[in-house]
């Protein structure tokens, strides 16, 4: 698979993606508002179920923004390109993870440098 190849199916996964997390932001929170009610292990299942909505509501945001990220980079022609080394992102990973910024490589280096 040539280079724009492997660009253009990243490109139609990224919007496949932001398509769905799109869609899963749009539904409506759950009514976490009504008095509360039952026991104090009832409010605090209900307190933790509110935690997680937020929790994961905020995972789709930070994914949504990665994806945005690499459409930019697709855009202004530096999608592929590791931003820990300098060179390029393999393929393979590309196409695991099309948003990804950085290179096996790149990924070792960052890994190697956080401990």
């Known amino acids: 698979m040539d280079a724009f190849s492997v660009v253009e ?4 996964k990224l919007l496949s993606y ?7 932001l ?8 009504a008095e509360p009610t039952g026991d104090f ?3 605090n299942m209900r ?6 909505w937020i929790a994961l509501q905020s995972r789709f945001r930070a994914q949504l923004f990665e994806i945005e990220a690499a ?6 022609g530096s999608y592929g ?4 080394t300098g060179g390029p992102i393999e393929p393979r990973r590309l196409l695991t993870i099309p948003w990804t910024r950085v290179s096996v490589e790149g990924a070792i280096s960052r890994e ?3 401990h």
Do not use: A, F
């Open 47 to 52: 307190t933790q179920k509110e935690n997680e």
């Open 81 to 84: 390109t590791c931003e820990e």
């Open 18 to 24: 932001k398509q769905d997390l799109l869609n899963s």
């Open 26 to 33: 749009s539904h409506s929170p759950p009514d976490y508002s």
């Open 41 to 43: 292990g009832d409010q």
């Open 71 to 76: 459409l930019s980079r697709i855009d202004n």
């Open 9 to 12: 199916s990243c490109k139609k």
């Open 112 to 114: 190697l440098d956080h």
